[in-house]
């Protein structure tokens, strides 16, 4: 039997371990060592730096949520922009908006594109898009020359470890603002809440500094340490549930997760969360 070991907790006491029937691709890019996995649970599975993005079997609760919840929340969102995303899931729940005019995913490595777009042709539909436009750049560089100019943010990025680091640092936030229209939305995967408590008191202590709207909601992602992972929802102006309505949400096709009611849901949070937050 072959075993994939998702090393990143280890020094915690802990491990995912997915068994594997063949490795399709392995290669190492500018910026990070890149896998696909043939799993005997959980279909194929990406892997960058040793750590699971996504797994065919559960990725939709992480992309739909990803994705979902800001556009749901802003009163009419015409452009987005995903910082990250180069597999390509979020921009496929993207790109089931037709009041959207502009996709922008900026992507530092095209690598993961290239390799999401051979082995998860589930995705792949979506960058044909005509409204999407990659581009391929660190998303902290591209961001700063941007004012004013996206409705939603979503920040689809790795761990804060690595080249996702700097997308979880207090000048990428300040500039997600001002790249913000004025009643703009932005959100961003931000760890679990039952093993990354200090790092997401800390992000919200940083982040209430710059947006006046700061909330944290979850998804349920077997494949990812314990099993969630939750997101930082910023907003200039309005609450994640001011401008939902069931209409515009029944309207999405192909869901599997997201609906109106769990987007109401996902924000009332664990009573040791709420509380760690609210201090
Ligand atoms: N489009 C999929 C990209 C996924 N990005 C988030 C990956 C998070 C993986 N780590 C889970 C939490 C453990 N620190």
């Given at each position: 039997m072959?075993?994939?070991?998702?090393?990143l907790?280890?020094?915690?006491?802990?491990?995912?371990?997915?068994?594997?029937?063949?490795?399709?691709t392995?290669?190492?890019?500018?910026?990070?060592?890149?896998?696909?996995?043939?799993?005997?649970?959980?279909?194929k599975?990406?892997?960058?730096?040793?750590?699971?993005?996504?797994?065919?079997?559960?990725?939709?609760?992480?992309?739909?949520?990803?994705?979902?919840?800001?556009?749901?929340?802003?009163?009419?969102?015409?452009?987005?922009?995903?910082?990250?995303?180069?597999?390509?899931?979020?921009?496929?729940?993207?790109?089931?908006?037709?009041?959207?005019?502009?996709?922008?995913?900026?992507?530092?490595?095209?690598?993961?594109?290239?390799?999401?777009?051979?082995?998860?042709?589930?995705?792949?539909?979506?960058?044909?898009d005509?409204?999407?436009?990659?581009?391929?750049?660190?998303?902290a560089?591209?961001?700063?020359?941007?004012?004013?100019?996206?409705?939603?943010?979503?920040?689809?990025?790795?761990?804060?470890?690595?080249?996702?680091?700097?997308?979880?640092?207090?000048?990428?936030y300040?500039?997600?603002?001002?790249?913000?229209?004025?009643d703009?939305?932005?959100?961003?995967?931000?760890?679990?809440?039952?093993?990354?408590?200090?790092?997401i008191?800390?992000?919200?202590?940083?982040?209430?500094?710059?947006?006046?709207?700061?909330?944290?909601?979850?998804?349920?992602?077997?494949?990812?340490?314990?099993?969630?992972?939750?997101?930082?929802?910023?907003?200039?102006?309005?609450?994640?549930?001011?401008?939902?309505?069931?209409?515009?949400?029944?309207?999405?096709?192909?869901?599997?997760?997201?609906?109106?009611?769990?987007?109401?849901?996902?924000?009332?949070?664990?009573?040791?969360?709420?509380?760690?937050l609210?201090?």
């Amino acid at each position: 039997m072959n075993w994939f070991t998702e090393t990143l907790e280890t020094s915690l006491g802990r491990q995912v371990q997915i068994e594997y029937k063949k490795i399709l691709t392995s290669s190492h890019s500018d910026f990070q060592h890149l896998e696909v996995f043939e799993t005997v649970p959980y279909g194929k599975m990406l892997v960058l730096d040793g750590v699971i993005q996504l797994t065919e079997f559960d990725h939709f609760a992480y992309h739909e949520m990803l994705i979902h919840v800001p556009m749901n929340a802003h009163s009419n969102p015409k452009s987005l922009l995903i910082v990250g995303g180069g597999d390509g899931g979020a921009l496929a729940e993207a790109v089931k908006y037709p009041s959207l005019e502009t996709i922008i995913l900026c992507e530092i490595d095209k690598t993961v594109i290239d390799v999401s777009r051979k082995h998860f042709p589930e995705f792949d539909k979506a960058f044909d898009d005509k409204r999407v436009t990659v581009i391929i750049r660190d998303a902290a560089e591209y961001i700063k020359h941007k004012t004013n100019a996206f409705d939603v943010i979503a920040i689809d990025s790795s761990d804060p470890i690595g080249p996702a680091e700097i997308l979880f640092q207090e000048a990428f936030y300040r500039d997600v603002f001002s790249a913000l229209t004025e009643d703009g939305v932005a959100v961003s995967q931000s760890e679990s809440m039952y093993y990354h408590q200090d790092f997401i008191a800390e992000l919200f202590a940083q982040n209430k500094t710059i947006f006046p709207v700061n909330e944290y909601y979850y998804t349920l992602v077997p494949t990812y340490p314990s099993g969630t992972i939750g997101f930082s929802f910023c907003s200039r102006s309005s609450g994640p549930t001011t401008h939902l309505q069931a209409d515009r949400v029944a309207e999405l096709t192909g869901l599997r997760y997201y609906s109106e009611a769990i987007h109401r849901s996902a924000f009332v949070l664990p009573v040791f969360l709420r509380d760690k937050l609210a201090r």
